[in-house]
């Protein structure tokens, strides 16, 4: 089986040229499949793993390698305007909460407090956009005893708990910290939550299914206090963001995940609505609607199936947001297709065009990559802020030889897979195909992933892809057996089913270095598991078997410490991944979930070291780095969330069960989510 090289040298991702990138010389890439290398510069030294290992630990805080510490930038419920009360769970109302700081925030983002492009390399304010991915009911409102007691009220000020949070940051005497604003509606701090005016733009904005849910939701949510919108906005906001991307004309890309959590009611009522085209909302791949203790008039109109059958086609976008202009109405991008969207990263082809990354976290989906019509024009912002609503859509399809192809999407081509599939499917136009693009991928070919979360795209200082491609695939507990991409670790029975409780790290290299490419070639970059385990199989905190080799196609891929369920990564100037996890905790019991570190190039396995563990119950988000890379940040979701043993704080509460978790403020205090802010003690530059 023929495998691509890795690679010797990678530069930093799109995160990390806000990080000062944008001056340094185009690095060299090592021959890969296509045979083809960028000419330019050569690359600096790479800079050594120098910190200590992080012990495992189930600790109650932000663990850390000696010489470094970390403080609280934000948490939920922080005000982000002057004159608000101090933060009281109970008393939170959604006025409150829609000028606070959201819960269980996810991905994180940083911009140049005045858009240029390249990015500033140093500047000493910042805008950071957060996503507040989801509400964790069980850590809201402390004084409530039992699921049933939650009133309407707090039902919607949960909702207004999610979104996007826009804020300004500054250094001040060494530091980063939040500038508050005036007043709402004055300066640039603000929340977008589900209730927010948007617009939808592109192929499928006027589909039926998005028309007929758009009445209700602005029959539901009428004109609060004279906010500004265009005529043709739908007040639903947006809503669990997960993941994202940023674009070189300076907007925030933020992706809708598992939007099926909004819902309240009975799935037969989206049957009984839409008939014959039940599928058209992808209701088999979905699991909404979640059961709820809750009575349906205490859930806001919008939310409720019975009365808004087609309320799900109006999330899982990929949302554009301004964080230049609190005025601006965010805009969803339909020519980007619905999905449970986990990330939106960008890449320049060779030619101008614009290339978006996104992986579709569930089980057994896609990944998929965009690529606009119209070029970038680095002069022009306002010239390139609908770029993303033309363009053509693709699905990837990996091969067994190490190769692949982007499948690309159209009525067409897909309609035509349905047909010679027997399948009912059929496809009336763009606008239906976007709307349930899962089903035309599905029926293209378009390979099963083992829950592609993050994706980072290898750009030179002008955003232009360099054609390698990082994908965070987390794990998959269905997976039966071995497919492209989507490897089985050694085990004692090679031919029996084998799930991916551990996940790993995919890459894919762009034919002839370009992101506008129709073909690739793929290699595993990493395994998660353990590489000095003695055994093939250990036990998870749950007492089930897991596969832990790290070994993959007869080869080891990492070496150092163990991790599990890749979510987040991050590239560093000086060519180090940072991988975030999400539930390794749950395949290695004795270590909450951390922050591991590898070097990107390399023939032999990967030295991986751990920097950083998050407190119990917590899942770790949306690395990244400031400019100069004296500060390194994320996101500490749902702390809290479970106890040591893995015991689900949502069941335990109702018993009387103290919080697991008291981060970040220690003591007694209630669980808050929160983004902090990683130093070294000396003020050196993070890992070096």
């Not at 551990?502 to 073909?519: F, K, M, Q, W, Y």
Request: net charge negative; with cysteine.
């Amino acid at each position: 089986m023929r495998r691509s090289k890795h690679l010797n040298e990678l530069i930093a991702s799109r995160r990390a040229l806000l990080g000062g990138l944008a001056g340094l010389p185009l690095l060299n890439l090592a021959a890969c499949a296509t045979g083809q290398a960028s000419a330019a510069a050569p690359a600096p030294a790479t800079a050594p793993l120098t910190f200590a290992d992080v012990a495992a630990t189930n600790a109650d805080t932000i663990s850390l390698p000696p010489g470094y510490s970390w403080r609280t930038l934000v948490a939920w419920g922080d005000p982000l305007f002057d004159n608000a009360a101090p933060f009281d769970p109970d008393a939170l109302t959604r006025t409150e909460q829609e000028r606070r700081f959201g819960q269980n925030n996810d991905m994180l983002a940083l911009f140049a407090a005045e858009h240029a492009f390249p990015p500033p390399s140093d500047p000493q304010r910042i805008i950071l956009c957060a996503n507040n991915e989801y509400t964790s009911l069980e850590l809201m409102f402390p004084s409530v005893r039992a699921p049933g007691d939650f009133t309407a009220e707090q039902i919607e000020t949960a909702y207004a708990a999610v979104g996007v949070t826009v804020l300004d940051v500054e250094r001040a005497h060494g530091g980063w910290r939040v500038v508050r604003g005036a007043a709402p509606g004055q300066g640039r701090n603000r929340r977008i939550t589900p209730f927010t005016p948007v617009q939808f733009a592109g192929p499928a904005k006027d589909h039926p299914w998005i028309a007929a849910a758009a009445r209700i939701v602005n029959e539901a949510e009428p004109d609060r206090g004279g906010v500004r919108a265009p005529r043709d906005a739908v007040r639903c906001g947006t809503a669990a963001n997960c993941a994202g991307g940023l674009t070189p004309w300076g907007t925030y890309l933020t992706a809708e995940e598992n939007f099926d959590g909004l819902f309240f009611g009975d799935l037969r009522q989206i049957r009984d609505a839409v008939g014959d085209d039940a599928y058209a909302l992808d209701a088999s791949s979905f699991g909404y609607p979640y059961p709820t203790p809750f009575p349906a008039e205490r859930i806001p109109r919008q939310f409720r199936i019975g009365e808004n059958p087609h309320g799900p086609a109006l999330y899982g976008w990929v949302t554009e947001i301004d964080p230049y202009d609190p005025h601006a109405a965010p805009k969803k991008r339909t020519a980007l297709g619905r999905k449970k969207n986990e990330c939106a990263t960008t890449a320049l082809t060779r030619d101008g065009r614009v290339a978006v990354y996104m992986g579709d976290d569930q089980r057994n989906e896609h990944v998929y990559k965009f690529v606009t019509r119209g070029r970038f024009d680095p002069t022009n912002r306002a010239a390139n802020m609908d770029l993303l609503d033309e363009g053509e859509l693709y699905a990837a399809q990996f091969h067994e030889d190490g190769r692949g192809r982007w499948l690309h999407i159209t009525v067409e081509a897909a309609n035509a897979a349905a047909a010679g599939q027997d399948s009912p499917i059929r496809f009336r136009d763009r606008a239906d195909l976007l709307v349930r693009v899962r089903e035309a991928a599905r029926l293209m070919g378009a390979t099963p992933m083992d829950r592609p979360e993050d994706i980072e795209a290898l750009c030179d200082g002008e955003w232009r892809g360099l054609g390698p491609v990082l994908i965070a695939c987390t794990n998959n507990s269905e997976r039966g057996f071995d497919r492209p991409g989507n490897p089985r670790r050694e085990s004692e029975r090679p031919n029996s089913a084998q799930s991916n409780l551990a996940g790993h790290v995919l890459r894919i290299d762009e034919a002839g270095g370009d992101s506008g490419a129709e073909a690739f070639s793929w290699d595993i970059f990493a395994m998660g598991g353990d590489p000095n385990a003695q055994a093939l199989v250990a036990a998870t905190r749950a007492g089930a078997p897991a596969h832990v080799s790290t070994r993959a196609y007869g080869r080891e891929t990492v070496a150092g410490v163990r991790f599990a369920c890749p979510d987040n990564l991050f590239i560093d100037s000086s060519h180090r991944v940072w991988i975030a996890t999400d539930g390794s905790d749950a395949v290695f019991a004795d270590c909450n979930d951390c922050v591991v570190v590898a070097q990107a190039h390399g023939e032999g396995p990967r030295e991986l070291k751990r920097f950083l563990v998050g407190p119990v119950g917590s899942e770790i988000c949306g690395p990244l780095m400031a400019p100069d890379e004296r500060a390194f940040f994320c996101a500490i979701q749902h702390p809290g969330g479970n106890d040591a043993a893995g015991a689900d704080y949502a069941q335990s509460r109702w018993g009387g069960a103290p919080p697991p978790s008291h981060f970040p403020d220690g003591g007694d205090a209630w669980p808050r989510s929160a983004v902090v802010v990683v130093t070294r003690d000396d003020g050196g530059r993070i890992g070096d």
